[in-house]
Nanobody, 118 residues
């Protein structure tokens, strides 16, 4: 069982920056992918980006060039650096890990609120 804890959310003005962290309670030895999702109030949860254990990174078009995903395996932590934030980035941001297996196993964090004021 892996527990994920997000931190770093808050209130920021448009054009500002925040860095979110997602700390895992234990090292994940199996192949896995870590994701950032967000859920805007009243909307479905959407994918922000992902990073594999090997370091391959993908981003949603809406955040490319503004958001950066990284990880520190020694600290068992994934990061989401968000720059040039816009009011439409306001959402609850969730960390998600999918551990590959038979079957795959998914773990989710509790979410952290990001609010961008105009």
């Amino acid at each position: 069982q892996v527990q994920l804890v997000e931190s770093g959310g808050g209130l920021v003005q448009a054009g500002g920056a925040l860095r979110l962290s997602c700390a895992a309670s234990s090292t994940i030895l199996r192949m896995h992918v870590m994701y950032w999702h967000r859920q805007i109030e009243g909307n479905q949860r959407e994918l922000v980006g992902s990073i594999t254990r090997d370091g391959k990174i993908t981003y949603a078009d809406s955040v490319k060039g503004r958001f950066t995903i990284s990880r520190d395996s020694a600290k068992r932590t994934m990061y989401l650096q968000m720059n040039n934030l816009k009011p439409e980035d306001t959402a609850v941001y969730y960390c998600h890990v999918q551990v590959w297996g038979d079957p795959d196993v998914d773990y989710w964090g509790q979410g952290t609120q990001v609010t961008v004021s105009s």
